[in-house]
């Protein structure tokens, strides 16, 4: 075999006419004697009884002047109309196709057959009688917005007459690995750049895609009647036949199967054909054998003549897409999981009614499409641009384009649905998981309920080794889940990673064993993330020592939701305590590490009332783990002065007056100054006044402010949290005092 077999349109053709397949055809579209054609087009439309009519005075051609479009007159009752009904203004003006004339101008009423046929002009005022508009939803998807259109009846006859082909037998199959196909080749058939869609699969992932048992019977079972719908679209195109006839012998063809696969097969068709032509045209100036089949096709020079055939290529192309556009739409819809919606919901009730004539004017528009590549490689050596015909395939695609759009809506509607009932369900899975009654063997269950863990994504980054890794390295270990927003103050960050480092320096002790998880709540009302919400958490993320979740999408909206219902979590961050099994052990532990570190572990509630039945008030309570030279004077038996404030005239009076009383008193007395609970800035430059003045020691690192108003505030709430918030606790009383004092004036 040569040539074209190591090109990629060439694989995707290859593997829709697998070799093991029933007898394929012909590939000659004109070639007499293939499975499944007659010569005699019409004949092929079982129950449709149709008439040639060639008066010469209407403007139609007669059969037998082929490449030219002929005019279809059928009995009546099957959609078309007499020629000489005065009650439709003398003509049915249609898409181009349905086998009426065309019209070139509708401003001036002009109506033309394909070019070399006759044309007549229409004076009667009853021709404006054509252009109906219907107000259901249903005509306006099946009617564009330019041009001419179907009158109301004939849409009804022509829809009641595809409906009627549609006999399934309950066969289902799965339709993507035949689309698959059909988008690599009509993706890379084309010979404009801009058309080149992503997600092109490379040849081996089509190939394994394709190559698998199952896909591999389902392309046999289908290969004949692929191939027996190519050679309809070519024959018939060739012959100039009525397109309406044309897609109605195709829906014939495919009356057993659903409507999705009506669509992809006869999509694959269209693909086996147009793919061939842009095969040809790719390699035919490098490979022999193509070039010899080029010349039969008179490929050469169509290809020398690509300025004056843009428009018809620019419309092929915008209508290619559109038409892909609707296909995968349509499947979308069949690959619905009716576990989560069912039929009768408006959304996709709605869809349904719409779905055969989204097929029909698809389909429709493939034997247009034909029909062009038929005319420009049997067109000699006149390549003039033709108007009408790009204005007939543009005004197709403009059609399929609002059936398209309305199509998407819906398809949108559903998933919105299913994304509900599936959130609810996660919701509820959820609350079984960490149902405190439950056992598990270890956290792994919790965790993947948690962090989103497909699609072979690793969804931890190792803050120590930045690289990517999987929840395993969790496995049956204590994991302390932080949970915060993007806003994570420095101050605290810090904090947070002084004691995680500390407890890493002794990592053999028994309160170094547990892991720390970033797991960060973002809004998922505005995804994608805007680039500065993605950009501050990248930051965030990469100053964290511990392990954190990849993306923040993983953390999914029923989990968020769990995280504040069930967890509370609300805008401050919360440290949430997993046992090696995931079970809870304390639905918010921060309090516990900012008052004891590490020395809290395993940061079990019990853990904490025992901590505390240890604790007395004194200084070292306060101040330890902030501040080692003022743990050095607890030591020394020095009187020591906390005080406060932000008001240097009273701080310089308060400290003059302490001195002198200390002097005369000889005792040995320290002062620390530690601020206010908020006013930072303010707090900061008095800070600065004091140490320059040598007024008396005072934290220069204004986290260790933050630390020692934050730790009183954690004493507070880990009171609260255990229940021991009540006023006859005199611990409680002095916390409460101190952090009055931090929203007051001076104080010491």
Known sequence: MTGPINNPAALAQALLHNPGATQALNNNPTAAGNHGVTHKPHLN??????????????????????????????????????????????????????????????GVGQLMGVPGSGQGSINKPSTAQALMRSPSDSRALIRGDRGSMLSMSDDNVMMNQILATHAPDGREF????????????????????????????????????????????????????????????????????????????????????????????????????????????????????????????????????????????????????????????????????????????????????????????TIRSMVACATQISSLTSAGHEFGISTTESWELSTLAHKLRNIYEHLKQQLNYCYKHIEERMDVEIYQMLLAIFDPNVLHID????????????????PLLDGATKRQVSLDVLRRKNVLLLISSLEFANDELAILEQIYNESRIHATRLESQYEVVWIPIVDHSIIPLPEEMQTKFENLQSTMPWYSVQDPLFIKKPVIRFIKEVWHFRTK??????????????????????????????????????????????????????????????????????????????????????????????????????????????????????????????????????????????????????????DQDPMLQQIKKLLSYGREGGWA
């Open 174 to 361: 799965d339709v993507r690995p035949l689309l698959y196909l059909v988008e690599d080749i009509l993706n890379r058939a084309t010979q404009h750049v801009d058309f080149l869609v992503k997600g092109t699969l490379d040849e081996v992932e089509l190939e394994e895609r394709a190559q698998a048992a199952n896909h591999i019977a389902m392309l046999e079972a289908l290969t004949y009647t692929i191939d027996r719908i190519a050679c309809e679209l070519s024959y018939k195109a060739l012959g100039g036949c009525d397109a309406h006839a044309t897609t109605t012998a195709i829906f014939n063809l495919l009356s057993s199967y659903t409507w999705d696969a009506k669509l992809v097969i006869s999509l694959s068709a269209f693909a086996l054909n147009y793919g061939e032509f842009w095969l040809l045209a790719q390699i035919y100036s490098t490979n022999q054998l193509a070039k010899s089949m080029a010349v039969l096709r008179q490929l050469p020079s169509l290809l020398e003549h690509t300025a004056p055939l843009k428009p018809r290529f620019d419309a092929l192309n915008s209508l290619i897409r559109t038409m892909m556009d609707v296909t995968r739409c349509v499947v979308q819809f069949r690959e619905l999981p009716l576990k989560y919606i069912s039929p009768d919901a408006p959304a996709l009730a709605t869809a349904m009614t719409h779905i055969p004539t989204a097929v029909y004017w």
């Open 45 to 106: 439309n079982p129950g449709v009884g149709q008439q040639l009519i060639s008066y010469p005075g209407v403007g139609q051609q007669h059969i037998n002047n082929p490449g030219v479009g002929q005019q279809l007159i059928s009995y009546p009752g099957v959609g078309q109309q007499h020629i000489n009904n005065p009650g439709v203004g003398q003509q049915l003006i249609s898409y181009p196709g349905v086998g009426q004339q065309h019209i070139s101008n509708p």
């Open 443 to 458: 956290n792994m269950k919790a965790l993947k309920a948690l962090i989103y863990d497909k699609d072979d994504k690793l």
């Open 573 to 726: 961050p919360i440290l949430v305590v997993l046992d090696p099994q995931g079970k809870v052990v304390s639905p918010n532990a921060i309090h516990m590490m900012w008052i004891w570190g590490s020395t809290a572990f395993p940061f079990t509630s019990l853990r904490e009332e025992a901590l505390w039945r240890e604790e007395t008030w004194r200084l070292d309570l306060l101040v330890d783990g902030i501040d080692p030279t003022v743990l050095t004077w607890i030591k020394e038996e020095k009187y020591i002065f906390l005080y406060g404030g932000d008001d240097i005239e009273w701080i310089r009076r308060f400290v003059n007056s302490a001195r002198s009383v200390a002097s005369a008193s000889r005792i040995a007395l320290e002062m620390v100054y530690v601020g206010k609970s908020n006013k930072r800035e303010q707090v900061k430059k008095v800070t600065g006044i004091i140490n320059a003045e040598k007024l008396s020691y005072a934290w220069q690192d204004q986290a260790m402010v933050w630390f020692f108003w934050s730790r009183l505030e954690s004493m507070l709430f880990s009171k609260i949290q255990l229940g021991r918030g009540d």
